[in-house]
Structures are given as C-alpha cells and as structure tokens.
C-alpha cells in the first residue's frame, strides 16, 4: 500500500516539482486512457431493460480542481483510479485505472474524505446494439438519485436515447460523485 500512498500524496499536493514528477510517472509508467462519457438523470423506469447490476463503494482519497483520486469496491473487486482535469464542458478527461485486491480497496476507503458513495449500478443495453448504459441508483446521503451514463469512442458519437432518459447534466460537477461525497444530493 505505499506506493498507493505515494501516488495520492504526490498527485495531491500542490507542490509543482512534485506535480511534475507524477506527470512523469503518469506518462513513462502508467497507461492512461481518455474517458469520453455523457451524464443524463433518469425519469422513467428503466429496470425491466437491466441485465446486471452490482454494489459499488466509492471514496475519494484526494480530490482537487482537475484531479481525483478515487478507491473503489465493486462486489469482491478493488480499484483505484486517478482522473485528470475535464475537457470539452465535462465530456471527456483523463483517467488511469488499476485493479487492486479488496482488502487494499478496503483499507484505502477507511483514509477516504467523507462521505463514502453507495450505489448500486445496473447495466442496460443500448437499443443502438453497441453501447451499454451504466445506470446508479444512489443510496444513503446521496438517496433518490438516479443518472445514467454512456461511455462514447468520440465526443460526436450517435447514440440511441431510452424512453427512461431524463435531461443531460454532462459537465455539471453537481453530478460528480467527487462532489456528491462532500455536498450530498439530500441536503440540495
């Protein structure tokens, strides 16, 4: 677990000879991948199209302007994940992700920044035959929000809109769950 520790402290810090030696990292060791994805709310019923859905805990060891760092629990998984500052108003980013073993997620989740987010997330297939909506149903401080997300190759990519698709909140850091863990969606 140090050097999951090193990896947060420095790419937390504020230091700039620091920040630089994580981009270094960041580009000679590690693969990093660009996200593209759009957020939209869920209002109608979308659980008669679900083929999978899971738990997720989620808690941020780090989170600043630009940059996050993530640990998460997916069922009997561990992840963590580094996402880097937003492009096009939210639509795609930056983001390095590595399987790590529960327990470690675990541990990782007790040095978290409260509050940790519960979800439980549903996977739907796109009527379009290629993308798969990723639906989270929050729990406990976050109860009562539903969004969808849909992970796109090209910011311009078509895709077809569910019935069940409310209003689209890409780009509204409302809807980060690295917000969400600080102002949670009961106390709007």
Not at 56 to 85: A, E, H, N
Not at 89 to 106: C, D, Q, T, Y
Request: some cysteine; proline content about 5%.
């Amino acid at each position: 677990m140090n050097s999951l520790r090193f990896i947060s402290v420095v790419f937390c810090s504020t230091n700039l000879r620091e920040k630089s030696l994580i981009f270094v990292l960041l580009k000679t060791n590690l693969a990093m991948a660009q996200e593209i994805e759009r957020k939209f709310l869920v209002v109608g019923d979308f659980k008669p199209e679900v083929f999978r859905s899971y738990r997720i805990s989620q808690g941020y060891i780090c989170r600043t302007p630009g940059r996050t760092v993530r640990v998460r629990v997916r069922d009997d998984q561990g992840f963590l994940t580094i996402k880097g500052p937003s492009f096009d108003g939210g639509l795609s980013r930056f983001e390095w992700e590595k399987e790590i073993p529960a327990g470690e997620a675990e541990e990782l989740l007790a040095l978290a920044e409260p509050v940790v987010i519960d979800k439980t997330r549903h996977l739907v297939h796109n009527t379009d035959g290629v993308h798969t909506w990723e639906v989270d149903e929050f729990d406990g401080a976050n109860a009562g929000l539903v969004i969808a997300e849909i992970e796109l190759g090209a910011p311009d990519e078509p895709f077809d809109r569910p019935s069940w698709l409310g209003p689209e909140v890409t780009g509204d850091r409302r809807y980060y769950n690295s917000f969400l863990s600080h102002h949670p969606f009961t106390s709007w």
